[in-house]
C-alpha cells in the first residue's frame, strides 16, 4: 500500500499518546495522578444529558440538515448575542462534530501549496498539523512568556506578506491559559485593516472559563474583521461535553456554503441527540457553568502557587482556560526528559511543551481539571522528586 504524501505531514496530538501511557501504567497497576488531558472532570449537568435521551425518545435518530438543526443555529445567535454582542444569522452558524472540526474546514478552506497560515506556537498542535496536511507553510506566532503568553500585534503583523491566508489566534488559550489583552487585539486590528486578504479563525472554545480579571474580549466584536472572521466554539469545555462531539463555527459571507460543503463530504451530520442536548446547554440554566469556573478559580490558585514552591520552576497566573505552562528551565531537565521522568518515576501524566510547537521547549502543560486531592499529590510527588 501506498498513502498519500499529506498523511507523511500530519501530526497528532500528544496529550493522548500521554493518556494511552498513563492508562497502560495504571492497568499494570501503578497509581497515575492525570494532570495531562484536557477535558473537564465534571459531569454533562443533568438537563443536558436529559435533553439529549429525550431527543433519542421523541424519536430524533435521523439525519439533520448538514449545518445542523435550525433550533440550534437559532440557539447559538442568540448566544452569541448575550455573550459577544454581535447580531448574526442563524445561516452563518455551522455545527460540526467538536471544535476541531471547525479548525479543520477553515485551515482546508484555505490551506493548499504556496499559501501561508499563521498560528500561535506554543498553541493547540492540530493547527500546525492540519496546515502541513494541506500543503500550505504553517508560520508561527510566538507568543511571550512576559506578556502572560499573548502575542505581539506588531510582531504578528510583521509575518503578513500577499502569501497569508489565515491567521489563527486562540484566547484563552492551550497549552499556556493565556488571555491576549484587548489593548493587543486592538492593535491587530487595526493592524489587519490593511491586509484585506487574510482571513481570521478566532478559536475561543475556552471563552466561557475565564477568570474575572483577564477581561476577555471576542474578536468577532470588532466590525472591521467581522466579514472575514470565522469563530470557532462549542460544548465541549463549557459545558464538560468532550464526548458528545459537538461544536460550532460562525461562517461570514459565501464561506458558511463552503463550510456546509465540507460538512456534506466528511461528517454528514452532528449526532441528532447531541444536536439537541446543546439546545438545552445554551438556552438552559448557567449556574452549573459558573460552579465549574469558581472550581477551576481555586485549583489553579493551588496549581500555581505549588509549582512556583518547587525548584526550578516558574509558573505564571494564567487569566483562562484550565491549564497552567510553567517555565521549568530552571530544573536542569529538557522539557520532554521531564515529561517522562514525572511520569515514570512520580507517576505523574503532564504534556511536554514542545508537543505545542518549538517555543515550547522550557515548558510543561499541566492541566488543572483535576480534584484538589489530585492536585497535592501531584506537587507532593513532584517536590519528593525533585528535592522541593
Ligand atoms: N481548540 C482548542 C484550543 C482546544 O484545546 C481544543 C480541545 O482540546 C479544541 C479546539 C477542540 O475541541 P473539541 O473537543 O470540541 O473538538
Same mark, same amino acid.
Given at each position: 500500500? @501506498?498513502?498519500? +504524501?499529506?498523511?507523511?505531514?500530519?501530526?497528532?496530538?500528544?496529550?493522548?499518546?500521554?493518556? +494511552?501511557?498513563?492508562?497502560?501504567?495504571?492497568?499494570?497497576?501503578?497509581?497515575?495522578?492525570?494532570?495531562?488531558?484536557?477535558?473537564?472532570?465534571?459531569?454533562?449537568?443533568?438537563?443536558?444529558?436529559?435533553?439529549?435521551?429525550?431527543?433519542?425518545?421523541?424519536?430524533?435518530?435521523?439525519?439533520?440538515?448538514? *449545518?445542523?438543526?435550525?433550533?440550534?443555529?437559532?440557539?447559538?445567535? &442568540? !448566544?452569541? @448575542?448575550?455573550?459577544?454582542?454581535?447580531?448574526?444569522?442563524?445561516?452563518?452558524?455551522?455545527?460540526?462534530?467538536?471544535?476541531?472540526?471547525?479548525?479543520?474546514?477553515?485551515?482546508?478552506?484555505?490551506?493548499?501549496?504556496?499559501?501561508?497560515?499563521?498560528?500561535?506556537?506554543?498553541?493547540?498542535?492540530?493547527?500546525?498539523?492540519?496546515?502541513?496536511?494541506?500543503?500550505?507553510?504553517?508560520?508561527?506566532?510566538?507568543?511571550?512568556?512576559?506578556?502572560?503568553?499573548?502575542?505581539?500585534?506588531?510582531?504578528?503583523?510583521?509575518?503578513?506578506?500577499? &502569501?497569508? @491566508?489565515?491567521?489563527?489566534? *486562540?484566547?484563552?488559550?492551550?497549552?499556556?491559559?493565556?488571555?491576549?489583552?484587548?489593548?493587543?487585539?486592538?492593535?491587530?486590528?487595526?493592524?489587519?485593516?490593511?491586509?484585506?486578504?487574510?482571513?481570521?479563525?478566532?478559536?475561543?472554545?475556552?471563552?466561557?472559563?475565564?477568570?474575572?480579571?483577564?477581561?476577555?474580549?471576542?474578536?468577532?466584536?470588532?466590525?472591521?474583521?467581522? !466579514?472575514?472572521?470565522?469563530?470557532?466554539?462549542?460544548?465541549?469545555?463549557?459545558?464538560?461535553?468532550?464526548?458528545? @462531539?459537538?461544536?460550532?463555527?460562525?461562517?461570514?459571507?459565501?464561506?458558511?456554503?463552503?463550510?456546509?460543503?465540507?460538512?456534506?463530504?466528511?461528517?454528514?451530520?452532528? *449526532? +441528532?441527540?447531541?444536536?439537541?442536548?446543546?439546545? +438545552?446547554?445554551?438556552?438552559?440554566?448557567?449556574?452549573?457553568?459558573?460552579?465549574?469556573?469558581?472550581?477551576?478559580? &481555586?485549583?489553579?490558585?493551588?496549581?500555581?502557587?505549588?509549582? *512556583?514552591?518547587?525548584?526550578?520552576?516558574?509558573?505564571?497566573?494564567?487569566?483562562?482556560?484550565?491549564?497552567?505552562?510553567?517555565?521549568?528551565?530552571?530544573?536542569?531537565?529538557?522539557?520532554?526528559?521531564?515529561?517522562?521522568?514525572?511520569?515514570?518515576?512520580?507517576?505523574?501524566?503532564?504534556?511536554?511543551?514542545?508537543?505545542?510547537?518549538?517555543?515550547?521547549?522550557?515548558?510543561?502543560?499541566?492541566?488543572?481539571?483535576?480534584?484538589?486531592?489530585?492536585?497535592?499529590?501531584?506537587?507532593?510527588?513532584?517536590?519528593?522528586?525533585?528535592?522541593?
Amino acid at each position: 500500500m @501506498r498513502l498519500a +504524501a499529506a498523511m507523511g505531514r500530519l501530526g497528532t496530538e500528544s496529550a493522548f499518546e500521554v493518556l +494511552a501511557r498513563a492508562t497502560r501504567l495504571q492497568q499494570e497497576g501503578r497509581d497515575v495522578v492525570n494532570l495531562g488531558i484536557g477535558q473537564p472532570d465534571f459531569p454533562t449537568p443533568g438537563h443536558i444529558v436529559e435533553a439529549g435521551v429525550k431527543a433519542l425518545r421523541d424519536g430524533h435518530h435521523g439525519y439533520t440538515p448538514a *449545518n445542523g438543526i435550525l433550533p440550534l443555529r437559532e440557539a447559538v445567535a &442568540r !448566544d452569541v @448575542r448575550l455573550r459577544r454582542g454581535v447580531e448574526i444569522d442563524p445561516d452563518q452558524v455551522v455545527i460540526v462534530p467538536g471544535g476541531k472540526m471547525t479548525m479543520a474546514f477553515a485551515i482546508s478552506m484555505f490551506g493548499e501549496e504556496g499559501a501561508e497560515i499563521l498560528y500561535p506556537d506554543a498553541g493547540f498542535p492540530i493547527y500546525r498539523s492540519m496546515i502541513a496536511f494541506t500543503g500550505a507553510t504553517a508560520v508561527p506566532v510566538r507568543l511571550h512568556e512576559d506578556k502572560g503568553f499573548a502575542f505581539s500585534a506588531d510582531e504578528v503583523l510583521s509575518l503578513v506578506n500577499e &502569501r497569508t @491566508r489565515l491567521l489563527i489566534v *486562540n484566547s484563552p488559550a492551550n497549552p499556556t491559559g493565556g488571555v491576549v489583552p484587548k489593548a493587543e487585539l486592538d492593535r491587530l486590528v487595526e493592524g489587519l485593516e490593511a491586509h484585506p486578504h487574510v482571513a481570521v479563525l478566532s478559536d475561543e472554545i475556552y471563552a466561557r472559563i475565564v477568570y474575572g480579571d483577564a477581561g476577555f474580549v471576542s474578536l468577532l466584536a470588532y466590525p472591521q474583521i467581522q !466579514d472575514r472572521l470565522i469563530l470557532l466554539d462549542g460544548w465541549s469545555k463549557a459545558y464538560a461535553m468532550t464526548g458528545w @462531539r459537538l461544536g460550532y463555527g460562525v461562517w461570514p459571507g459565501e464561506t458558511a456554503e463552503a463550510a456546509t460543503r465540507l460538512a456534506v463530504n466528511f461528517n454528514s451530520c452532528v *449526532n +441528532a441527540a447531541a444536536q439537541w442536548a446543546g439546545i +438545552a446547554a445554551l438556552d438552559g440554566p448557567q449556574d452549573a457553568v459558573g460552579r465549574m469556573v469558581e472550581t477551576f478559580r &481555586r485549583r489553579r490558585n493551588l496549581i500555581v502557587d505549588g509549582l *512556583n514552591r518547587l525548584p526550578g520552576f516558574r509558573c505564571r497566573m494564567p487569566g483562562g482556560a484550565f491549564y497552567v505552562f510553567p517555565n521549568v528551565e530552571g530544573t536542569g531537565y529538557g522539557s520532554r526528559g521531564l515529561q517522562d521522568l514525572l511520569l515514570e518515576r512520580a507517576g505523574v501524566a503532564t504534556v511536554s511543551g514542545t508537543s505545542f510547537g518549538v517555543q515550547g521547549e522550557g515548558y510543561l502543560r499541566f492541566s488543572y481539571a483535576a480534584s484538589t486531592g489530585a492536585i497535592e499529590a501531584a506537587l507532593g510527588r513532584i517536590g519528593e522528586l525533585l528535592g522541593g
